[in-house]
């Protein structure tokens, strides 16, 4: 039976990609060696850094005096990152889920921490609109795409600070203005890589602004200076990174990956907005189109247990809703096929029929 993975990450990544990983794994570039066994030194590794950063500026248009980094500990790292090389007294956060939330409470050891604006009150249920930046903020900080509870920010804002985003969850799947950020990251285990490497985009410029010490290996200017090699990088995850963007390219892009997201998304919404047996959480207009939540309409509440089994029994893997919310998510990647969200909408309508 096919399987359909609705895995919110590590999740879905192209066929292609996994299998000439695994052919890496195996044997690297014909050398007769694993690409887990080779040194990050290797004369025929830095080709692929070097391929994997020139992709991200070519298909994010990322213009000059930007650097692309591929660092370890994922976006939780550098939710302290980020303070320790940009905060100097002031930073702003927008409160949009549990990821945000994290991202400030670790902010909050560097500086003074405002919080401009939270939908908390309403279980991160909507991207609040209307709230003041201070001015004098070092950084306004975002969480573009709330993973555990489906809302997303689909448009580059426009504000009168430095703009620090989190892409962990949507990164490649619209286009974005990268000028409008100083600094851009993300773990990469939803539309890009394995888990176990974490891709920063930094301006170079608005680095060396803070006048506290910052260790070595937090400081993106180490990392900028070595090429992300300063220390052993991740290799695995970076070459199927470089193997993922290709794909990205050949597919036509972000474009085109944008064009596939709002269609995957139009579809499954239409049919939870139809089927009287759910009910999307989030409000209409701030629906992520990555991850999208939706719970048993009350009157089929005693029902869920029920859907979950009989979904996984016709091969849908990991729609069962994040525990803080519960639920059902289905994460519509960039690598996900239109098929297996169609398969998804059938099995949603013959429960229906069921029922």
């Known amino acids: ?95 949009t889920g549990v990821w945000a939330k994290k991202a400030m409470k670790e902010a909050k050891g560097f500086g003074e921490v405002v919080e401009v604006a939270s939908s908390a009150e309403s279980t991160y249920t909507y991207i609040p609109k209307d709230y003041t930046i201070p001015a004098d903020a070092d950084y306004f900080h975002i969480t573009t795409n709330n993973t555990i ?72 200017q180490t990392h900028i200076d070595g090429g992300s090699m300063f220390n052993t990088p991740p290799v695995l995850p970076i070459y199927s990174a470089m193997l993922t963007l290709r794909w990205i390219k050949a597919q036509g892009g972000v474009k085109e990956m944008e064009r596939r997201a709002i269609e995957k998304a139009d579809m499954l919404y239409a049919e939870i907005d139809r089927n009287k047996m759910f009910v999307g959480t989030a409000a209409k207009e701030d629906r992520s189109r990555m991850n999208i939540c939706f719970v048993m309409s009350p009157e089929y509440k005693e029902l869920e247990a029920d ?30 096929p239109k098929e297996s969200v169609q398969a998804l909408i059938d099995c949603m309508q013959e429960f229906e029929k069921l029922h």
């Open 149 to 220: 509870y489906g809302t997303e920010l689909k448009e580059d804002l426009n504000v009168n600070v430095p703009m620090i985003a989190d892409m962990s969850s949507d990164i490649f799947s619209r286009s974005i203005d990268v000028s409008k950020y100083i600094c851009i990251y993300g773990g990469a285990q939803k539309n890009l890589a394995p888990a176990g490497v974490t891709f920063v985009i930094v301006k170079n410029d608005a680095l060396g602004k803070v006048s506290r010490y910052i260790p070595t290996m937090l400081n993106y």
């Open 1 to 95: 039976m096919k399987k359909h993975n609705f895995n919110a990450g590590p999740s879905i990544l192209p066929r292609e990609v996994i299998e000439d990983t695994a052919k890496a794994v195996l044997d690297f570039n014909g050398s007769g060696l694993s690409l887990m066994e080779i040194s990050h030194r290797a004369k025929d590794f830095q080709p692929v850094v070097d391929e994997a950063v020139a992709l991200f500026k070519e298909l994010l248009n990322i213009p000059e005096g930007y650097s692309v980094l591929f660092l370890g500990g994922g976006a939780s790292l550098e939710f302290c990152m980020i303070p320790f090389n940009f905060l100097e007294k002031k930073a702003a956060y927008l409160n």
């Open 307 to 336: 859907f979950q089994k009989f979904a996984t029994e016709r091969g849908m893997v990991g729609i069962k809703g994040h525990r803080s919310v519960g639920g059902f998510r289905a994460s519509c990647y960039n690598a996900m």
